[in-house]
């Protein structure tokens, strides 16, 4: 059984007649649909990939956007660790 490159590896092929090759083509994509949503690390890799990409582009068409936002960023961090600070220390 060749596999088509063009098939996501979750998909069955259309066609099959053999009912045993057939079953095994399920079960070939339901192992590979469990697989692709159980791998959290790689998911999160993807949706970390996508965000950097997403600031990168965002960085180059708006410069003083990007930077108002990392302003932002770290401001709001830097209240956030002091607000901490001083229900620790009180």
Not at 75 to 81: F, I, L, N, T, W
Request: proline letters at 7%.
């Amino acid at each position: 059984m060749s596999s088509d490159p063009t098939l996501p590896r979750t998909a069955v092929p259309l066609g099959i007649t053999d009912p045993v090759e057939k079953a095994r083509a399920e079960l070939k994509a339901a192992l590979a649909a469990i697989e692709e949503k159980s791998n959290v690390p790689k998911r999160v890799a993807k949706a970390t990939d996508r965000g950097v990409a997403d600031a990168r582009r965002f960085a180059r068409r708006n410069p003083t956007g990007a930077a108002l936002a990392v302003a932002g960023a770290a401001v709001a961090v830097g209240a956030a660790v002091w607000g901490l600070v001083r229900l620790y220390t009180r």
